[in-house]
Nanobody, 121 residues
Framework: QVQLVESGGDLVQAGGSLRLSCVAS????????MAWYRQAPGKQRELVAT???????TYADSVKGRFTCSRDNAKNSVYLQMNSLKPEDTAVYYC???????????????WGQGTQVTVSS
């Protein structure tokens, strides 16, 4: 069994900052890419940021320069530092991990339950 648990979502004023955390636990052999997605009401889930096991990152254009994604491989954790938040950043943020549970097992996508981020204007 594998679990991804996010934390850190909150209500914040525009211009403020939040730091999201996600910890993966369970029968984990290896984690490849970890990522953050978000889904606003009435919209499709969108990719926010990714980070490889080596620390390389990618970002959606809408968050470049404001968000920083990082991970701690020893803790099976990924983080999202969000600065200069805007009302349009309001969404449920989901953690995603591409991992396998054994040497001979394939990689699968796993998801957290989501954490709510609300930015007031």
């Amino acid at each position: 069994q594998v679990q991804l648990v996010e934390s850190g979502g909150d209500l914040v004023q525009a211009g403020g900052s939040l730091r999201l955390s996600c910890v993966a636990s369970g029968s984990i052999f290896s984690i490849n890419t970890m990522a953050w997605y978000r889904q606003a009401p009435g919209k499709q889930r969108e990719l926010v940021a990714t980070v490889t096991s080596g620390g390389s990152t990618t970002y959606a254009d809408s968050v470049k320069g404001r968000f920083t994604c990082s991970r701690d491989n020893a803790k099976n954790s990924v983080y999202l530092q969000m600065n200069s938040l805007k009302p349009e950043d309001t969404a449920v943020y989901y953690c995603n991990a591409n991992l396998k549970t054994g040497w001979s097992r394939p990689y699968y996508e796993y998801w957290g339950q989501g954490t709510q981020v609300t930015v007031s204007s």
